[in-house]
T-cell receptor
Framework: KNQVEQSPQSLIILEGKNCTLQ??????????LRWYKQDTGRGPVSLTI?????NTKSNGRYTATLDADTKQSSLHITASQLSDSASYIC??????????FGAGTTVTVRA | AAGVIQSPRHLIKEKRETATLKCYPI?????VYWYQQGPGQDPQFLIS???????DKGSIPDRFSAQQFSDYHSELNMSSLELGDSALYFC?????????????FGEGSRLTVL
């Protein structure tokens, strides 16, 4: 069973709207959690990285939250743009070499 | 600043051939990771190097080998290629032995085995 579960699997939103992606994990011990944006066939691009003590972190229109007690994270996209269309991958690290990847949420932004 | 550079970006080989993928990390990054992402699958960790020594090994087949050179670039060598080796191979680099966890990924090398 995958140790990182993301939801929804995909979503479609209108340009300018907000959306929230979810990530639940069972990876233990926990080191850090990252959100990546990945365009099809391209390398993942880091959006945020959070350690155990961090609850929220922003990167432009992207805001990630982390609840280490419930082992949940969310990624909020504000005022979506067409360029936000991509897969968003939640990655949890139990140490600095092995990462557990979620299956990703595919976001499609329509004009 | 230049990111992680991978070459070639695309590679087509036939079964039983060999292939070599190269990864050039960001300047002053001493740790390199290799991942394999099959079609529709999550990236799988293959192997990592810190200061030119193998630091961890994941699901890398015995037919594959890798090394990190004195200039910190890394090469992934794949022999006796199989159809199932067709995948996107990502390299990532990290500074200071992978601590403080930020990974910077390359664009990937797409290997197609016919």
């Amino acid at each position: 069973k995958n140790q990182v579960e993301q939801s929804p699997q995909s979503l479609i939103i209108l340009e300018g709207k907000n959306c929230t992606l979810q990530c639940n994990y069972t990876v233990s011990p926990f080191s850090n959690l990252r959100w990546y944006k990945q365009d099809t066939g391209r390398g993942p691009v880091s959006l945020t990285i959070m350690t155990f003590s961090e609850n929220t972190k922003s990167n432009g229109r992207y805001t990630a939250t982390l609840d280490a007690d419930t082992k949940q994270s969310s990624l909020h996209i504000t005022a979506s743009q067409l360029s936000d269309s991509a897969s968003y991958i939640c990655v949890v690290s139990s140490n600095d070499y092995k990462l557990s990847f979620g299956a990703g949420t595919t976001v499609t932004v329509r004009a | 600043a230049a990111g992680v550079i991978q070459s070639p970006r695309h590679l087509i080989k036939e079964k039983r051939e060999t292939a070599t993928l190269k990864c050039y990390p960001i300047s002053r990054h001493d740790t390199v990771y290799w991942y394999q992402q099959g079609p529709g699958q999550d990236p799988q960790f293959l192997i990592s190097f810190y200061e030119k020594m193998q630091s961890d090994k994941g699901s890398i087949p015995d037919r594959f080998s890798a090394q990190q050179f004195s200039d910190y670039h890394s090469e992934l060598n794949m022999s006796s290629l199989e159809l199932g080796d067709s995948a996107l191979y990502f390299c990532a680099s990290s500074p200071t032995g992978g601590r403080v966890g930020e990974l910077f990924f390359g664009e990937g090398s797409r290997l197609t085995v016919l």
